[in-house]
């Protein structure tokens, strides 16, 4: 019995991880893991800013080329050393190749998420029946609610979290954050207009010391803060935003994975960082981007990438 409940969730696996100690102490440290979901069944959901618009202007997905996008995105990993871990989708969970909402993995092991919106709350639940497919039970936060799209673990000794009060509510942070508290972290948080869904649609980190951010729609503390710790912005219009430009994926030294977008593209390129662009379309209409289309789970620190 215990074998076939084991075969059938790896069977859904691209390969059964053999490294489960996963952890994350930097969020630009050398990717080597990644959690995704295919999108079988995206579909628009109008419980944010982006996708509401889209819904207004007529969009419908094509879950065929939804589907094609996101093998690309894989291959793209895949060609960068890094191994996929594909989780199965279900009929009735239309954002679960979002699979950044769902978990983080932390210095301390990886963590469900408590995502606010109803119709993603069966995601943790899925993902949570593959972790103990694997022999594992990662820990959950109970209190409140928080999504992944709001948590930066910026580099060692610094999160970020971003709160525009809608989808990370004040509780679920404080259980978050509490670990990171007793071992010393500086844990800064960055309140957004809930229009702006998830902090990783204004903000991500491309090196240990640079980030992607559109600054005029981010705190003023949380941006004087950020250069005082010496970390420069790369500041993108806010017209990039709707369609996710600062939404990439970094792999470790100055490579990044960015959707075709000019803007993000131009600048990393002029700053000597190693751009790889996908075609994301399908997702950003749905309001999710490459950094939320992706959970890492293991990166190396100190490594270099190739
Ligand atoms: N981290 C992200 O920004 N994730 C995108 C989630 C999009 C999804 N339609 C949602 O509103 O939850």
Known sequence: MKLDLLSRYTSAIDSVPTILDWRISGETDLLSDVVLCPPDYLAPVPCCTVTRDNLEQ????DVPAAKRQHEALCAALRRN???????????????????????????????????????????????????????????????????????CIAREGLLLIGSSGERTSREGLEEFAAPFHDAGWEVLVCPFHADHLH???????????????????????????????????????????????CNI??????????????????RLRARDY?????????????????????????????????
């Open 58 to 61: 007529g969009f419908a997905v």
């Open 249 to 266: 994926l970094a792999l470790g030294g100055k490579k990044i994975i960015a959707s075709e977008d000019d803007e993000a593209v131009s």
């Open 199 to 245: 902090l990783d649609t204004l903000f991500c980190m491309v090196s240990p010391d640079e980030a992607l951010a559109c600054v005029e729609l981010l705190d003023a503390s949380f941006v004087a803060r950020l250069r005082e710790l010496g970390i420069a912005l790369i500041d993108m219009p806010a017209a990039s935003v709707p369609q996710l430009g």
């Open 274 to 306: 190693h751009v790889v662009t996908v075609d994301v379309s399908q997702f950003t209409r749905c309001g999710g981007g490459i950094h939320c289309l992706t959970l890492p789970v293991r990166r190396v620190p100190g490594a270099r990438g190739g």
């Open 81 to 151: 050393g890094v191994t996929c871990h594909l989780v199965t989708p279900e009929p009735d969970l239309p954002d679960m190749c979002f699979t950044r909402d769902i978990a983080v993995a932390t210095p301390f092991g990886p963590m469900l998420t408590a995502p606010a919106m109803p119709h993603r709350r069966g995601e943790t639940e899925a993902l949570a029946r593959h972790v103990r497919a694997w022999g594992l039970n990662w820990p959950r936060v109970t209190t409140g609610t928080i999504e992944g799209g709001d948590i």
